[in-house]
């Protein structure tokens, strides 16, 4: 799959332009399928209607920026799309730039990695909230923040996979348990409340 990945798409590009550009490559034998990625629901979805008038290949998957932090762009728009077409959901910065491993809890937490700046936007009280409950089912799941987000995204409906980068061994070890990892109910509530869009009105338990 050819999944493009613009920082931003061009809105002045036509779709059409696209994929055209991609059925030739699947008529060709060089690709089977697409994807896109950091798309708006209205370009998605005149991507879908584009395929379906000219008879092009269509997007079959969907790369948001997606994670228990970074919620509410995807499920209030891209989300619903998703399932009504049945598209393939990949996110990446599944782990928020590694806020959600709980490496990060201060400022002072930010000098431990290159990407530690990237994610000071994440240090207000709605993160803290995150990784409090992130914590709290860590525990009773003897596992850890990290595995618990993951899991977390991989039980939501519309996500067919989370994408998320190792530097280490013992990272990868993580990511392998993470898939191993089924919350239940009040688990999942928990971490829902905890990352509301707006201050939870439930106290966190």
């Known amino acids: 799959?050819?999944?493009?990945?613009?920082?931003?798409?061009?809105?002045?590009?036509?779709?059409?332009?696209?994929?055209?550009?991609?059925?030739?490559?699947?008529?060709?034998?060089?690709?089977?399928?697409?994807?896109?990625?950091?798309?708006t629901t209205e370009r998605t979805t005149e991507s879908l209607a584009a395929s379906r008038e000219k008879?092009?290949?269509?997007?079959?998957?969907l790369q948001p920026n997606y994670n228990l932090y970074t919620r509410e762009a995807y499920e209030t728009t891209l989300e619903p799309l998703a399932e009504q077409e049945k598209l393939g959901v990949i996110p990446y910065y599944s782990?928020?730039?590694?806020?959600?491993?709980?490496k990060y809890r201060s400022?002072?937490?930010?000098?431990?990695?290159?990407?530690?700046?990237?994610v000071k936007k994440f240090l207000n009280d709605r993160g803290f909230r995150?990784?409090?409950?992130?914590?709290q089912v860590a525990e009773r799941r003897q596992s850890k923040p990290a595995q618990v987000a993951l899991a977390w995204l991989m039980a939501r409906k519309s996500i067919t996979a989370p994408i998320a980068s190792a530097t280490s061994l013992e990272q990868v070890n993580d990511l392998i348990a993470a898939a191993q990892l089924e919350l239940n109910t009040a688990d999942i509530k928990l971490l829902d409340?905890?990352?509301?869009?707006?201050?939870?009105?439930?106290r966190i338990a």
């Open 130 to 135: 995150i990784l409090q409950a992130l914590d």
């Open 55 to 61: 008879g092009w290949p269509r997007y079959e998957s």
């Open 193 to 202: 409340t905890a990352s509301a869009y707006e201050q939870p009105t439930e």
């Open 95 to 102: 782990l928020a730039a590694g806020f959600l491993t709980g």
């Open 107 to 118: 400022q002072d937490d930010l000098s431990k990695s290159p990407r530690g700046q990237g």
């Open 1 to 39: 799959m050819i999944c493009i990945n613009p920082t931003v798409d061009d809105p002045t590009t036509p779709v059409e332009e696209t994929l055209e550009a991609y059925a030739q490559l699947v008529k060709q034998g060089k690709i089977r399928a697409i994807g896109c990625s950091n798309f």
